[in-house]
């Protein structure tokens, strides 16, 4: 059944591409609604597994209208699904995200998109003071393979405070701190495409542990939650 579903929001949004405005949208409107409701339980079933081996305290899908008042971009519809999943803060940091686009452009991600200034500085002190233990967690054979390497933006020299010859620069300079996997349109319609989101995600913990563990203690390791 969610490989069925999955194969109609490919094709729906193959055609919203092409037909990216409200007449059309409100014309298929009944169709995008039978689908979004199939797709809904593919992502709470992604919960459910999530929640066998992690606490998220919240699943958000976000609506296919776009926001086109600050875009240059001003097609109303986005023409993928996208959802974020929480972990329980504050213990658990970090999160998941799962998003079913056609033309290959299909992927899951984790980590940390916007990390608080606090926690940002945090982390870049801990990576300042030592930076085997996450090199150790991201450079994992098995980790890579699953994971690829760390990716998002980063500052071009080094942070305000930081040395740019620091030897853990590389992690210093980063604003994000995130793992993308993706997948084919082919990948996406295997029956056990859920089954490998399921484990990728799963794959990310020792990442996500370390990290936890980084944000809720303080440079001497004494926590900071009670």
Same mark, same amino acid.
Do not use: C
């Given at each position: 059944?969610?490989?069925?579903?999955?194969?109609?929001?490919?094709?729906?949004?193959?055609?919203?591409?092409?037909?990216?405005?409200?007449?059309?949208?409100?014309?298929?409107?009944?169709?995008?609604?039978?689908?979004?409701? +199939?797709?809904?339980?593919?992502?709470?079933?992604?919960?459910?597994?999530?929640?066998?081996?992690?606490?998220?305290?919240?699943?958000?899908?976000?609506?296919?209208?776009?926001?086109?008042?600050?875009?240059?971009?001003?097609?109303?519809?986005?023409?993928?699904?996208?959802?974020?999943?929480?972990?329980?803060?504050?213990?658990?940091?970090?999160?998941?995200?799962?998003?079913?686009?056609?033309?290959?452009?299909?992927?899951?991600?984790?980590?940390?998109?916007?990390?608080?200034?606090?926690?940002?500085?945090?982390?870049?002190?801990?990576?300042?003071?030592?930076?085997?233990?996450?090199?150790?967690?991201?450079?994992?054979?098995?980790?890579?393979?699953?994971?690829?390497?760390?990716?998002?933006? +980063?500052?071009?020299?080094?942070?305000?405070?930081?040395?740019?010859?620091?030897?853990?620069?590389?992690?210093?300079?980063?604003?994000?701190?995130?793992?993308?996997?993706?997948?084919?349109?082919?990948?996406?319609?295997?029956?056990?495409?859920?089954?490998?989101?399921?484990?990728?995600?799963?794959?990310?913990?020792?990442?996500?542990?370390?990290?936890?563990?980084?944000?809720?203690?303080?440079?001497?390791?004494?926590?900071?939650?009670?």
């Amino acid at each position: 059944m969610s490989t069925q579903a999955l194969k109609l929001a490919l094709n729906f949004f193959k055609k919203l591409e092409k037909n990216n405005n409200r007449d059309w949208f409100n014309e298929n409107k009944p169709e995008f609604k039978a689908i979004e409701t +199939e797709i809904k339980k593919i992502y709470n079933s992604v919960l459910e597994n999530l929640n066998k081996h992690d606490e998220i305290d919240k699943l958000k899908i976000f609506r296919i209208y776009r926001d086109v008042r600050f875009s240059k971009n001003k097609l109303p519809y986005k023409t993928h699904f996208g959802g974020s999943f929480h972990r329980a803060k504050p213990k658990l940091r970090g999160g998941y995200y799962l998003h079913i686009q056609p033309n290959n452009e299909s992927f899951i991600a984790t980590g940390f998109w916007e990390p608080a200034k606090e926690d940002l500085l945090r982390i870049r002190k801990e990576f300042e003071m030592d930076d085997q233990e996450i090199r150790n967690i991201i450079e994992n054979k098995s980790f890579k393979k699953v994971w690829g390497g760390l990716v998002g933006d +980063e500052v071009k020299s080094a942070p305000r405070g930081f040395d740019k010859a620091h030897k853990a620069i590389d992690l210093i300079k980063k604003k994000q701190y995130i793992f993308v996997k993706k997948y084919t349109d082919k990948d996406v319609l295997n029956p056990g495409f859920l089954d490998d989101v399921n484990a990728s995600f799963k794959a990310i913990r020792p990442y996500f542990d370390y990290m936890s563990d980084v944000l809720t203690t303080d440079l001497n390791g004494v926590s900071l939650i009670e």
